[in-house]
């Protein structure tokens, strides 16, 4: 696997290295020593599987509180996706940037979500699955969100959301304040 850094401190695109001959290929989704290589997570007791029937479907921008505050590796294996992150950590130096990519069945790419980022996804084809895996469970309580058109994020979506849950619809926009507060229990 190749780790590219992003612009945001400690979030990562991976590139499966693929093995290959006239039969296809054969390429690693996860490797315990090679996380554990890069400093990043190696425990995922939950791995989840996502479906979004039609093109311009948004999910997120989602996160969870400690001590469910997870990491998740994000794969687009049917289909394209626009994977979107934004850093919520208190006090890191990227707080409040966001960064994208385009994630697809065709390029293999994958996302790696550390602690503290809210998180989302716009399907840019239909029938879009997405294989995910998360460090730890899924804790409703603990659930929050930002919304997806916060003006001060301002993300750059490829295509306009046509498909936006009223939970996603409600998320509040970022305040400096009050997300740095909520994440300041147990992150880094």
């Given at each position: 696997?190749?780790?590219?850094?992003?612009?945001?401190?400690?979030?990562?695109?991976?590139?499966?290295?693929?093995?290959?001959?006239?039969r296809?290929?054969?390429a690693?989704?996860?490797?315990?020593?090679?996380?554990?290589?890069?400093g990043?997570?190696?425990r995922?007791?939950?791995?989840?599987?996502?479906?979004?029937?039609?093109?311009g479907?948004?999910?997120?921008?989602h996160?969870?509180?400690?001590?469910?505050a997870?990491?998740?590796?994000?794969?687009?294996?049917?289909?394209?996706?626009?994977?979107?992150i934004?850093?919520?950590?208190?006090?890191?130096?990227?707080?409040?940037?966001?960064?994208?990519?385009?994630?697809?069945?065709?390029?293999?790419?994958?996302m790696?979500?550390?602690?503290?980022?809210a998180?989302?996804?716009?399907?840019?084809?239909?029938?879009?699955?997405?294989?995910?895996?998360?460090?730890a469970?899924?804790?409703?309580?603990?659930?929050?969100?930002?919304?997806?058109?916060?003006?001060?994020?301002?993300?750059?979506?490829?295509?306009e959301?046509?498909?936006?849950?009223?939970?996603?619809?409600?998320?509040?926009?970022?305040?400096?304040?009050?997300?740095?507060?909520?994440?300041?229990?147990?992150?880094?």
């Amino acid at each position: 696997m190749k780790f590219h850094k992003t612009p945001l401190e400690d979030a990562y695109t991976i590139e499966l290295d693929k093995r290959g001959d006239e039969r296809g290929f054969f390429a690693r989704f996860f490797c315990e020593r090679e996380f554990a290589a890069a400093g990043l997570e190696t425990r995922f007791p939950q791995i989840n599987n996502s479906m979004s029937a039609k093109a311009g479907t948004l999910r997120g921008l989602h996160y969870q509180l400690p001590p469910a505050a997870e990491v998740k590796v994000m794969r687009c294996v049917r289909g394209s996706m626009f994977d979107a992150i934004v850093d919520l950590r208190a006090g890191s130096p990227t707080f409040g940037q966001w960064f994208g990519e385009t994630l697809s069945a065709e390029n293999r790419l994958m996302m790696y979500v550390p602690r503290g980022f809210a998180h989302a996804f716009l399907s840019l084809t239909d029938d879009v699955e997405v294989i995910y895996m998360a460090s730890a469970f899924y804790a409703g309580e603990q659930e929050r969100g930002l919304r997806w058109n916060d003006p001060v994020v301002s993300i750059q979506w490829p295509i306009e959301p046509t498909e936006v849950s009223a939970k996603d619809n409600s998320w509040p926009d970022l305040d400096q304040a009050y997300h740095a507060v909520e994440q300041m229990r147990g992150l880094k």
